[in-house]
């Protein structure tokens, strides 16, 4: 046996193990954070695809539309801000099926935004989407005569400072022959944007462009405006 072999101290064992502790503790923290930052690219993925995928459903919805300046009917097609959120009434016929009336609703429950289609000849069989995290909602219609109407909100919406888009183009010119004004009833209020001609009569205008804004679940909001299809 050796007698001048020299082995590593008891200090010296301990203070290795202090060294190789820190580093493993500031090795865990930095794959913590990696973690964490990579979860959080995910979730504004994720949010990303849900916010494009219901904008590409607002468009679908929107350029089914025919509008027209024609004396409304039951089976025309439509577009309203209502109570509970924004209804809209068309002919589909961009499918494999034959065309079929559908009367969609874009409803905000709670924090979850909905998608209602009611179909002919079911419509008490309704087509629910799947809930879409959101936390607030805001509408606007663009109309030809009258231009942006007063937004309309549901939920908690983070409002923003906003810019009334012009449409490019000629105006809209209202059809020859076709009645477009009526002088209001009694005591029948006036919607939003609805213009008035010199003899204080209601002119009938068209929906031209819709702006929707969104208001994520971490409180960003996302905002796009919409053509309807129809007479231009």
């Known amino acids: 046996m050796n007698k001048n072999a020299k082995g590593f101290t008891l200090l010296e064992v301990l203070i290795a193990l202090g060294i190789v502790s ?22 504004v993925d994720e949010q990303i695809q849900t916010v494009a995928a ?5 468009e679908k919805d929107l350029d089914a539309l025919e509008l027209t300046l024609d004396t409304p009917t ?20 961009n499918t494999s099926e034959p065309a079929y009336r559908e009367r969609v609703e874009w409803v905000l429950d709670g924090t979850n935004l909905l998608r209602i289609a009611r179909r002919q000849p079911n419509p008490e069989q309704p087509s629910i989407s799947d809930p879409i995290a959101t936390r607030g909602l805001q509408v606007r219609l663009l109309r030809e005569p ?22 490019q183009g000629p ?14 009833e009694s005591g029948e209020g006036e919607a939003p944007g609805t213009p008035e001609t010199t003899e204080g009569q209601a002119v009938r205008s068209l929906v ?25």
């Open 54 to 58: 219901v904008f590409s459903q607002f």
């Open 74 to 93: 039951p089976e025309s097609d439509l577009i309203e801000v209502t109570g509970n959120g924004l209804l809209i009434q068309f002919t589909q016929r």
């Open 208 to 232: 031209r462009a819709v702006e929707i804004s969104l208001t994520q679940p971490n409180n960003q909001v996302v905002t796009q405006v919409f053509l309807t299809g129809g007479v231009y």
């Open 22 to 43: 820190v580093i493993s503790i500031l090795s865990w923290q930095g794959l913590q954070e990696v973690l964490r930052s990579a979860n959080r690219v995910t979730e």
């Open 146 to 167: 009258g231009g942006w109407s007063s937004p309309v909100t549901f939920g908690n919406h983070v409002v923003q400072e906003r810019t009334d888009l012009e449409l």
């Open 171 to 184: 105006a809209l010119q209202l059809n020859s022959g076709t009645p477009a004004q009526r002088p209001p």
